[in-house]
């Protein structure tokens, strides 16, 4: 699944290489989200979470060289971790259950749009009254997509609700640690926690076939593991070298490959319910980008008079004391 944008490997400005990188990274997460939903059936939901971590570490591990990966806020980091082994769970087993692939994606679609409102008791942002009116025609694209009746009509589709609930607010910690700990360090420990909890869960989740899966979905699985890995690696150096704002609308870009993959290998079509809500959804996901770019570019300019205005009294020096209420001295004819 998306996880989201990661931050912390050095700053540098090559904006359509970022687009290009993180482009790169969301369909390599969603050939990795499409080889999973086919290798579940004979695995099960907890092999394949410890299948995921213990080949996503291998490559993380590999592409940083070993190098950063050591945790630094590591309450947080293990909660985050453990919480997103829940969506992990959601959405594995909403696709054991036959839940189409883009038609997951499409609620997941959500997830920027309860950042927005998450962001506020979070982070202690505030929001305007565009943003919140567009939000509100977000969720009601959401409910046209979960129309009573529809194909989303799902005991799924709740549980994948509340998963891309709990997926935001971990995107929110993710800004928060990127203030310690590294993408790749964020990453590895993400998929170290996939192998304890899929451990956990094993007896519930148990593997509807063999322990051991024969060849082809053993590579889906290693496939699953090491495109995870490569797909965070990219998304932590897209975002060191382009600005988040260029690079958030391509998140979307899921949607497209969640359809093609799965109709070239289920046959899935979304209804046009899914997709008329999908549409809402994404439309208001990029107008509240687009006010934010706004809001904050207002805040750079305000900064920059207030700048501008300092540096100009500085220029022009200190001010003449006042000679107000001063007897001037006289002249002969005792006048001023």
Not at 15 to 34: N, P
Not at 147 to 173: C, D, H, K, S, Y
Request: aromatic share 10%.
């Amino acid at each position: 699944m998306p996880e989201g944008p990661q931050r912390g490997l050095p700053l540098t400005q090559d904006t359509l290489r970022g687009i290009a990188t993180i482009s790169a990274g969301y369909a390599v997460i969603s050939a990795a989200d499409a080889a999973v939903k086919w290798a579940l059936p004979e695995v099960g939901v907890a092999m394949a979470m410890i299948w995921r971590g213990v080949f996503g570490m291998l490559a993380i591990a590999l592409l940083s060289r070993g190098r950063r990966l050591r945790p630094r806020r590591v309450p947080l980091l293990a909660l985050r971790s453990t919480l997103h082994c829940m969506v992990t769970v959601a959405f594995y087993l909403a696709w054991f259950n036959h839940f189409p692939l883009a038609d997951s994606y499409a609620v997941n679609a959500a997830a920027p749009l309860i950042m927005t409102v998450l962001a506020i008791p979070l982070l202690g942002e505030t929001v305007g009254w565009r943003r919140w009116v567009s939000t509100v025609v977000g969720f009601i694209g959401v409910l046209i997509m979960l129309q009573p009746g529809g194909e989303l009509w799902r005991w799924e589709t709740a549980m994948l609700l509340a998963g891309t609930a709990t997926l935001a607010v971990t995107r929110i910690w993710t800004r928060v640690l990127a203030a310690t700990d590294t993408p790749q360090a964020i990453a590895f420990w993400l998929l170290f926690a996939h192998v304890p909890m899929g451990l956990l869960l094993l007896p519930a989740f148990p593997p509807p076939g063999s322990l051991l899966p024969g060849w082809g979905v053993a590579f889906a699985l290693a496939f699953l593991g090491l495109a995870n890995g490569c797909a965070h690696f990219l998304f932590a150096r897209a975002f060191a070298i382009a600005p988040v704002s260029a690079l958030a609308p391509y998140e979307y870009t899921t949607l497209l490959w969640g359809g093609l993959l799965g109709f070239a290998i289920w046959a899935e079509l979304p209804s046009w319910t899914t997709l008329g809500g999908a549409s809402l959804v994404i439309a208001a996901g990029l107008y509240n980008l687009h006010r934010e770019r706004v809001r904050r570019a207002e805040a750079r300019g305000l900064q920059g008079q207030n700048a501008g205005a300092s540096d100009r009294r500085r220029a022009e020096g200190p001010e003449a004391p006042s000679t107000a209420g001063v007897n001037r001295p006289r002249g002969p004819q005792g006048q001023t």
